[in-house]
Nanobody, 112 residues
Framework: QVQLVESGGGLAQPGGSLRLSCAASGIISRIYLMGWYRQAPGKQRGLVALIPSGGSPVYADSVKGRFTISRDNTQNILYLQMNSLKPEDTAVYYC??????WGRGTQVTVSS
């Protein structure tokens, strides 16, 4: 059973930064694809960023140039560095590990 635990969410001012972490534990022989998704109130969950093992990251257009996804393969930790935050980044952020493992989410609120 794979378990994913997110941390690092909270309140930030517009233009500020936050760093999310996701620790993966359980029976993991090799994690190929990890990613971050987010869901704002009244909206569907959508992709923020993906990172394959040994591959190039993929970002949603709305976060390109502001967010950076990275991973520590030795410790199975996924990160999301979020800079230049905007109010529209407010959402619950979820960690995802292929094929279909999800964390419980961490709230990110961007407000002055």
């Amino acid at each position: 059973q794979v378990q994913l635990v997110e941390s690092g969410g909270g309140l930030a001012q517009p233009g500020g930064s936050l760093r999310l972490s996701c620790a993966a534990s359980g029976i993991i022989s090799r994690i190929y694809l990890m990613g971050w998704y987010r869901q704002a109130p009244g909206k569907q969950r959508g992709l923020v960023a993906l990172i394959p093992s040994g591959g190039s990251p993929v970002y949603a257009d709305s976060v390109k140039g502001r967010f950076t996804i990275s991973r520590d393969n030795t410790q199975n930790i996924l990160y999301l560095q979020m800079n230049s935050l905007k109010p529209e980044d407010t959402a619950v952020y979820y960690c995802h590990v292929a094929p279909n493992y999800w964390g419980r989410g961490t709230q990110v609120t961007v407000s002055s």
